[in-house]
């Protein structure tokens, strides 16, 4: 008993010690207010000092609240101009009026592009039926009955083994780069005066096995003309054709049906075959100025006459002007 009453003695001053540490007004207040059992909460204990929820308003004085600093003197000012609310873009909205199709629609011919020019007999580009290769035209074999419409840049065309029989004045209009034409063994049987007279760089006319029984007028700058094989006949041949191809180098009129050696030949001529024609005479000049006994052609060095029935010893004023006798019968 006496240790009971002493474990009381000591609850008990233990108490008052508490008690007495609170402020006045806290005791008095606990002393009207008895703690209940969910107020545990109600008084926080910070060290020495005790923040209760009724003392709250004592710590914080919110009454002063407008004395405390105003931060809205540190605000960047922004005038009072008024704003446009802002517009949508319509990415689907052009400024160019819409385009309304026409009322009778019609097929657009297609540009053509490089060397993709107009089409040909097929119906299609003549890059698509030749073989086009920088400036140069490849149509071998490909069944043509017409020149195909060409590029402006074509310098050579071959157009070999096809079934073109006629060359029209229009055919090369315009190819001022065309230097050289090979129409072997097509069917042409004659050519428009004008065809080839526009072509200012012509060189090469390569013709042969074709069905030609007369010459063009040629152009001045031609330096080798093919016409082997065909059916040219001396009167198809006009009297001054060669004088003025000052350029003339290679002369092949072999295997055709003339009957007399070309006149006027150019002095730049250093190749003629004749062989197999039905040639059997010859003038005193027709290579040498019977005039001019010191007259000589020294680049004219191949001349063949064999496959002819003429006897060439019959004429031997006509070769003393040249380096080699042509090549034919002397008896």
């Known amino acids: 008993m006496k240790l009971l009453a002493l474990l009381s003695l000591l609850a008990l001053m233990l108490q ?63 005038k009072g101009t008024s704003l446009a609310s802002p517009t949508r873009t319509s990415f689907t909205q052009s400024t160019k009026a819409p385009r309304t199709p026409p009322s009778n629609p019609t097929m657009a011919r297609p540009r053509t592009l490089g060397l993709l020019v107009s089409p040909t007999s097929h119906g299609l580009p003549t890059c698509l039926i030749c073989v086009c290769l920088g400036s140069s035209v490849y149509c071998d074999d490909a ?48 050519i428009d005066d004008d065809a080839l007279l526009l072509l200012p760089a012509l060189q090469d006319l390569i013709l042969p096995e074709n069905k030609l029984a007369a010459l063009p007028v040629l152009p001045t700058g031609i330096e080798v003309l093919d016409i082997r094989l065909n059916q040219l006949r001396s009167s198809g ?78 004429f031997p004023s006509a070769y003393f002007c040249l380096p080699r006798l042509p090549t034919g019968r002397f008896t």
């Open 143 to 190: 069944d043509l009955e017409d020149i195909p419409p060409l590029p402006q840049t074509t310098a050579y065309l071959y157009a070999r083994f096809n079934r073109i029989s006629h060359i029209r004045a229009g055919d090369f209009k315009g190819l001022t780069k065309l230097k050289r034409i090979d129409l072997s063994s097509n069917f042409i049987s004659s």
């Open 237 to 314: 041949i006009q009297p001054e054709a060669f004088r003025a191809l000052e350029k003339l180098q290679f002369l092949y009129l072999a295997d055709n049906l003339l009957d007399s050696i070309p006149r006027s030949l150019p002095l730049s001529l250093r190749s003629l075959h004749l062989q197999n024609n039905m040639i059997e005479t010859m003038q005193r000049d027709t290579f040498c100025d019977a005039e001019e006994h010191k007259h000589t052609r020294r680049q004219l060095e191949d001349i063949r006459l064999d496959g002819n029935p003429i006897n060439l010893s019959l």
């Open 16 to 78: 008052e010690a508490g008690t007495a540490s609170l402020p006045k007004t806290e005791r008095e207040r606990e002393g009207d207010q008895p703690r209940g059992e969910g107020d545990s909460y109600a008084v926080l204990h910070l060290g020495d000092y005790v923040l209760s929820l009724d003392n709250y308003d004592q710590v914080i004085d919110l009454s002063n609240y407008d004395e405390l600093t105003d931060y809205r003197d540190q605000l960047p000012k922004v």
